[in-house]
């Protein structure tokens, strides 16, 4: 039968609360029944006056709402602001009634920049939350994934500075250059002396946001960006986290991060990368360190008509390379950058039949490189080729990838609106946290729902085997 709505609706009144009003399953629910924010209470009140000035806003409400904008991949906290207004879910998760007045889209923002700034505040609100799932039994955090996503800054890549920059000097770079001479030493060469000069390059600087740093990978388009550098464990837990500029490599930013997992997580034994992460320093680093590495394949660099360095075989005691048609190549030098280079003599290149499908150099000789901590490489590789190898790595597009996948799909974190690598940060530490509230909360309400079904069914089973037992 046709009908058609009337709009008397619109003027109904009623008594109501907000507790009727929000949805039983309703996910703010789920949070605010699993997740214990009180001990905001504790990281916060240094930060405010217990004599003096106007009554704060509860610091839990305070957090609460960029919570709710990194929870539901809201835009900005103007827009934030306005549907606090409007959702009741939303008003009843910060403790607000219909009276009460939402605050103002800049609360938080002078809150941050008067109180917040400078603080580890947001890092330490994710390590808690984190706490929170350990306590449940959820975190198995001896195999972590790691990896590395850029987001695009909120700088216009039309405007820019072009500057000289000093290149960052290498976390490893004293012991690399110690070793370096050491071989130098042995092989009876003149060790390198120390150079005062630094090294320089030409770097494009944002004049909106001088933190980010420019990006380009492929079909990508050239942005300024953030790099992001996270770790999760097997299930998919956030374990932590750092910010940097978007032009610096996977295999800088890895250390940060590495020496912040250790910290937090001594039991680590098993760390998981992409090809990024796939250098002699990084495996040099985990073998010392006593864990285990995994990478992938990675495909060999240079001509496809050449002969690549796998054809070269190397002879591990006697330190000399064989080519394809048995002649040595014999070490030559080491360079700044730890790689040593082995090299054949002309005569042997000269009259060799392969000559055209090993080198196309000018001098027809043949070098190949070899860095000094390759060793350490060559034994991490042997992981990839074992079938827990294999089935390992391949659970990265289920974790660490599915999480990335998430975050910017859902929780707007393709770009950031803000400014800095201090707030790039807290978005990044609000954000992950987000995730691993959402994930814990539907989890314990999974749980809680199986337990009351099993329940109900001992119940109905019991009052079954009562009323037989009446009958009888």
Wanted: charged share 30%; with cysteine.
């Amino acid at each position: 039968m046709f009908r058609k709505q009337t709009m008397i609706g619109r003027s109904q009144m009623g008594f109501y609360s907000l507790e009727d009003l929000v949805p039983q399953e309703h996910l703010l629910r789920h949070i605010d029944q699993y997740v214990d924010f009180e001990f905001i209470y504790d990281l916060v009140r240094d930060k405010y006056s217990l004599e003096q000035g106007r009554p704060s806003l509860d610091p839990v409400m305070l957090i609460k709402i960029p919570i709710i904008q990194y929870l539901f991949g809201i835009q900005s906290m103007r827009q934030t602001i306005k549907e606090i207004k409007v959702n009741v879910a939303y008003r009843w998760f910060l403790g607000l009634d219909f009276q009460d007045e939402v605050p103002h889209f800049t609360t938080f923002g002078k809150n941050y920049s008067w109180r917040f700034k400078d603080t580890d505040l947001f890092e330490q609100i994710f390590y808690r939350i984190l706490d929170q799932v350990f306590e449940a039994k959820l975190v198995e955090p001896r195999l972590v994934y790691l990896d590395g996503t850029h987001i695009k800054a909120h700088a216009n890549r039309n405007k820019f500075n072009n500057q000289e920059v000093a290149v960052e000097a290498l976390i490893y770079q004293e012991a690399l250059e110690k070793e370096i001479n050491e071989v130098r030493v042995k092989a009876e060469k003149k060790p390198f002396k120390k150079s005062e000069e630094k090294d320089v390059k030409n770097n494009k600087v944002s004049t909106i946001d001088c933190n980010s740093g420019w990006f380009h990978k492929g079909e990508h388009k050239e942005v300024f960006a953030y790099s992001a550098q996270v770790a999760c464990d097997t299930h998919g837990w956030v374990l932590g986290y750092t910010a940097d500029r978007g032009n610096l490599h996977d295999s800088r930013t890895f250390f940060d991060l590495y020496a912040k997992l250790i910290e937090k997580f001594p039991e680590i034994e098993t760390v998981v990368a992409d090809a990024g992460y796939k250098t002699p320093a990084i495996a040099k680093k985990l073998i010392d360190d006593g864990r285990t590495g995994l990478f992938p394949y990675t495909r060999p660099r240079g001509k496809k008509e050449l002969f690549r360095k796998r054809d070269f075989i190397y002879d591990y005691v006697n330190h000399t390379y064989t080519c394809p048609n048995g002649k040595q190549l014999i070490y030559k030098t080491t360079r700044r950058d730890g790689y040593q280079e082995y090299r054949t003599t002309k005569a042997n290149c000269a009259t060799c039949p392969l000559l055209a499908q090993c080198t196309s150099s000018q001098n027809k000789q043949k070098t190949v490189f070899r860095h000094i901590w390759q060793l350490y490489l060559d034994k991490i590789e042997q992981n990839r080729l074992t079938t827990w190898g294999k089935i390992t790595y391949k659970r990265r597009k289920e974790t660490i990838e599915r999480l990335f996948g998430t975050a910017k799909e859902h929780h707007n974190l393709r770009y950031t609106h803000e400014n800095g690598r201090d707030k790039m940060h807290m978005k990044l530490g609000l954000t992950f946290a987000c995730l691993n509230m959402k994930k814990l909360a539907e989890i314990m309400a999974n749980r809680d729902r199986g337990k009351a079904g099993i329940f109900n069914f001992w119940m109905i089973f019991k009052v079954i085997g009562y009323q037989k037992a009446q009958i009888a």
